[in-house]
T-cell receptor
Framework: SQELEQSPQSLIVQEGKNLTINCTSS?????LYWYKQKYGEGLIFLMM?????EEKSHEKITAKLDEKKQQSSLHITASQPSHAGIYLC??????????FGTGTSLTVIP | DSGVTQTPKHLITATGQRVTLRCSPR?????VYWYQQSLDQGLQFLIQ???????AKGNILERFSAQQFPDLHSELNLSSLELGDSALYFC????????????FGDGTRLSIL
């Protein structure tokens, strides 16, 4: 089965610090999605990456899909308490089933 | 507001019972996805419907079934409920069939007593 392993599992940072979350796949990715979830709430779509080497930014969040298309990173610059939550990467397997990564819990201390 | 509506928000019932969760997708979206989120299993894909037809199936138990109606709303039926079925159930929708960015509802929290 295809898996998406995220690291770190949890992260606690001081407000204003930069941070990076990684998502590693056991197989080639043909599309990688990043979502954010506040505890107990629905997921919010952040970004979609489809091409190797592709990089997208939205406000202070940048995501990149590496050239070999087996890993993606999500970078937050100058973190704020509003960035706190659970970050999930997601992808589709060859059976068109969508699956999510293991998740990274981010806490930002004011 | 994602535009995806799920009802009810909370549901409390007993083992052995049957419940129906409802989802209205965003206007214009043809695909509906159902997910189960629990502490031990994480976020698990259950099933996807596209324009009324089943498109993809994930880890959905035989006791669970879903359908998408002509007006594109969807229902997830859970029967013979067990304690382990307690979880957050999310519905998401997208325009097309190929897992384009999905927009999530706020979920239904199911508690089995």
């Amino acid at each position: 089965s295809q898996e998406l392993e995220q690291s770190p599992q949890s992260l606690i940072v001081q407000e204003g610090k930069n941070l990076t979350i990684n998502c590693t796949s056991s197989k080639t990715l043909y599309g990688l999605y990043w979502y954010k979830q506040k505890y107990g709430e629905g997921l919010i779509f952040l970004m979609m990456l489809q091409k190797g080497g592709e990089e997208k930014s939205h406000e202070k969040i940048t995501a990149k899909l590496d050239e070999k298309k087996q890993q993606s990173s999500l970078h937050i610059t100058a973190s704020q308490p509003s960035h706190a939550g659970i970050y999930l990467c997601g992808a589709t397997n060859t059976g068109n089933q969508f699956y999510f990564g293991t998740g990274t819990s981010l806490t930002v201390i004011p | 507001d994602s535009g995806v509506t799920q009802t009810p928000k909370h549901l409390i019932t007993a083992t052995g019972q049957r419940v129906t969760l409802r989802c209205s997708p965003r206007s214009g979206d043809l695909s509906v996805y159902w997910y189960q989120q629990s502490l031990d299993q994480g976020l698990q894909f259950l099933i996807q419907y596209y324009n009324g037809e089943e498109r993809a199936k994930g880890n959905i138990l035989e006791r669970f079934s879903a359908q998408q109606f002509p007006d594109l709303h969807s229902e997830l039926n859970l029967s013979s409920l067990e304690l382990g079925d307690s979880a957050l159930y999310f519905c998401a929708s997208s325009v097309g069939s190929n897992n384009q960015p999905q927009h999530f509802g706020d979920g239904t929290r199911l508690s089995i007593l």
